[in-house]
């Protein structure tokens, strides 16, 4: 589905990135964790066509991911940034709405069918209640589900998310990755997710991609990445790694020193 | 809620009509007679309709692009730098219609885009550092105007009236020229309400969503500074039309481009006639230039949406 080759990026002379390759297969739900400044979110608007790399190639169904315009991209994937801005209150039905945009003309108007696809993502996220409140009224969490919901709007086969679960309780971030896996497993989308939290991460994921200094140390499942050794050697941190008791995926344990 | 807006829109180009009705009637004496009504009346009834119509449409515009309710192209300085292009234009001697407004227009892009360039850190222009740069063009080009006074001063008045904003100079040829380029600038805009309403949403989410936004920006850039140029070049500054106007309209048709261009268009030229009909009757036989009236209305409304925003901790 998505490949990068021998992926390079450098802010001005600053390298960023070096050397990054990686194969994202269709409908795998991939975590970029690491490290602040291990690059994680600047791979992930490499991936989403933000930024353009300095060296190597990202592929897209096998073709380069420059040949694509912005429509035919925004088709195939959808992508929710960290930054959001709500000047404008617009509603929740809108901004769900604008989900729709790349698969319409100029001027052309959401069919009967467009407003299905709109309906749907409302009922999917839970968010069908709030459709006439302006976006910019809701808590954080409200406003997570409704970017996802516009997401799913998009009708992409990929979807990537640059830490979904900051600024959320935790009620709220188990129901937002149980969506996220949803999407995966029923509507088959492929899941690009950057975390800093791991022990959502090492709990959702098929395959994780650990950064540290712009290089990709270790991709594998939650249980080849998530270990004591591998968190020291990047994070710096001692911790304690063990199965979870609610499924055996490795989960994270410290406390103080000594 | 689609047949609500329809009906706003429609009550909105009803108080357009009459208030351009109240705008020919309405005089310091009695009933104009004929001759005034046609000649007097008329042409400036619809100077007003159009200056206001590109005013607020600019205003929406800027508002959009750089996501922020408070833009304006008098605020940004987009204005004054119109100004001083049609002062450079008259210096020159360039007295043909389309070198005016063409100068009008290149000052008043080159000022957005300075103003733009150097607000600009991140990939993002907060409002604050583009509303400093707006007075530091302000600035810079009302010196430029000082300098004109005071090498033509036998023309002081006529610039001075010019500065200040006024509907009274109706040019028949450069009302119709600057009306075609703010009629099809307002098209345009509003063929890409879609990109706009994408953009309010931030720069890369409106990129996610299919739209390019670097060719979006710079159309609605040139076709919003379009506007203010040809609102400037016939009636000269007149502030805070484009400020109040999308504000309010805002809050009758929401944010929706679509519904809000129109929208504004009508709500601006409806006010720009009506505070322009206040202008030259409250205090006959004198009128107060209309752009200073909108000044003195305009700049409380400002201080109050600034005060509003920072209470809400939207800074």
């Known amino acids: ?45 490499l991936m989403s066509k933000v930024l353009q790399p300095s060296a190597g190639k990202i592929l897209l169904e096998d073709k380069p991911l420059s040949r694509f315009s912005a429509r035919e991209l925004a088709r195939r994937m959808a992508v929710i940034a960290s930054d959001q801005h709500f000047e404008f209150p617009f509603s929740v039905v809108d901004v769900v709405a604008m989900g729709r945009f790349p698969h319409l003309n100029r001027l052309q108007r959401l069919s009967s069918q467009d407003w299905e696809i709109v309906d749907q993502a409302l009922r999917l996220t839970c968010v069908d209640h709030l459709r006439l409140r302006p976006i910019s009224q809701l808590s954080s969490g409200e406003k997570q589900r409704v970017l996802i919901a516009r997401a799913i709007a998009q009708q992409p086969s990929i979807l990537m998310l640059d830490e979904p679960n900051s600024h959320l309780d935790i009620n709220h971030q188990i129901a937002v990755f149980n969506l996220l896996r949803s999407l995966n497993r029923q509507h088959r989308m492929t899941l690009i997710i950057v975390l800093h939290d791991l022990t959502s991460a090492a709990a959702f994921s098929q395959t994780i991609a650990l950064l540290h200094e712009g290089r990709l140390i270790k991709t594998g499942s939650p249980r080849e990445v998530i270990t004591s050794e591998l968190i020291r050697q990047t994070y710096g941190a001692e911790v304690e790694v063990f199965p979870s008791p609610l499924g055996g995926f490795p989960q994270v344990a410290y406390g103080p020193d000594g | 809620m689609q047949a609500s807006l329809r009906s706003n829109l429609i009550l909105l180009t009803m108080t357009t009509v009459i208030v351009a009705g109240l705008g020919l009637f309405l005089g310091p004496i009695g009933l104009p007679d004929r001759y005034i009504l046609l000649n007097v009346r008329l042409p400036r009834v619809l100077l007003g309709l159009l200056v206001g119509c590109g005013l607020a449409g600019s ?19 987009t204005s ?40 600009q850190t991140h990939g993002k222009a907060p409002i604050q550092t583009m509303v400093l740069g707006g007075v530091i063009v302000s600035l810079f080009f009302n010196a430029v105007v000082f300098v004109f006074f005071s090498i033509f001063y036998r023309d002081s008045f006529t610039i001075l009236f010019y500065l200040l904003g006024t509907l009274t100079g109706g040019d028949p040829k450069l009302m119709v020229i600057s009306g075609a380029f703010i009629l099809l600038s307002l098209a345009v805009c509003w063929a890409m309400s879609r990109e706009l309403n994408g953009l309010t949403q931030g720069e890369e989410t409106a990129f996610h969503l299919g739209i390019e936004v670097e060719t979006a920006k710079k159309i609605l850039f040139v076709a919003a500074s379009a506007m203010a140029a040809a609102s400037v070049a016939v009636a000269g500054m007149i502030g805070f039309v484009g400020l109040v106007v999308p504000h309010m309209m805002r809050l009758i048709v929401g944010p929706d481009h679509r519904w809000l261009i129109p929208a504004s268009a009508l709500g601006g030229a409806s006010v720009l006639v009506l505070t322009d009909s206040a202008a030259r009757t409250v205090v006959p036989p004198l009128e107060i230039p209309v752009g200073a009236l909108t000044a003195l209305l305009g700049v409380p409304y400002f201080l109050y949406l600034l005060k509003q925003r920072q209470d809400a901790g939207e800074f």
């Open chain 1, 1 to 45: 589905m998505l490949r990068l080759e021998q992926l390079s990026f450098s802010y001005r002379t600053r390298p960023v990135l070096q050397d990054i390759t990686l194969e994202i297969p269709r409908q795998s739900f991939l975590a970029l964790i690491g490290p602040n400044g291990s690059g994680k979110t600047t791979l992930l608007r």
């Open chain 2, 80 to 119: 004054s730098a119109a100004t001083v292009g049609v002062l450079v234009a008259n210096l020159l001697g360039w007295h043909n219609y389309y070198a005016l407004y063409f100068m009008a227009l290149g000052f008043a892009l080159s000022s957005i885009a300075f103003v733009y360039r150097i607000a």
């Open chain 2, 59 to 77: 205003g929406t515009v800027f508002q959009g692009i750089l996501r922020n309710p408070l833009a304006d192209p008098f605020i940004l300085g």
